[in-house]
């Protein structure tokens, strides 16, 4: 099992920066591929970013592309999305979850990972 915490969400007005963090606990974190996913009310979750095991492999959905950069840091057992330029329709629970083995799946979709956390809550004003 493993158990993923997040933190760091709150309010802040468009243009304005957030980080928002995922602390990882129960298995050895360096063994997971971690993304990011968020949910807007009413709409269905959609994927945010990816990194590899090794941090060295990121992946970004179009929407954030150049806005938000994923990272971790291995030593912390913690992933980061620093989300830069923000919108109004960046607002929407963020969720960070967990895939063991080679990012060789299709980590756009939420099905293939194997941990979630409860998400934090961003909320973008215009």
């Known amino acids: 099992q493993v158990q993923l915490v997040e933190s760091g969400g709150g309010q802040v007005q468009a243009g304005g920066s957030l980080t928002v963090s995922c602390a990882a606990s129960?298995?050895?974190?360096?063994?997971?591929?971690m993304g990011w996913f968020r949910q807007a009310p009413g709409k269905e979750r959609q994927f945010v970013a990816v990194?590899?095991?090794?941090?060295?492999?990121?992946y970004y959905a179009d929407s954030v592309k150049g806005r938000f950069t994923i990272s971790r840091d291995n030593a912390k057992n913690t992933v980061y999305l620093q989300m830069n330029s923000l919108r109004p329709e960046d607002t929407a629970v963020y969720y960070c979850a967990a895939k063991m083995g080679l990012l060789r799946f299709n980590y756009y979709s939420d099905s293939p990972y194997d941990y979630w956390g409860q998400g934090t809550q961003v909320t973008v004003s215009s």
């Open positions: 129960g298995r050895t974190f360096s063994n997971y591929n």
């Open positions: 990194v590899s095991r090794t941090g060295l492999s990121t």
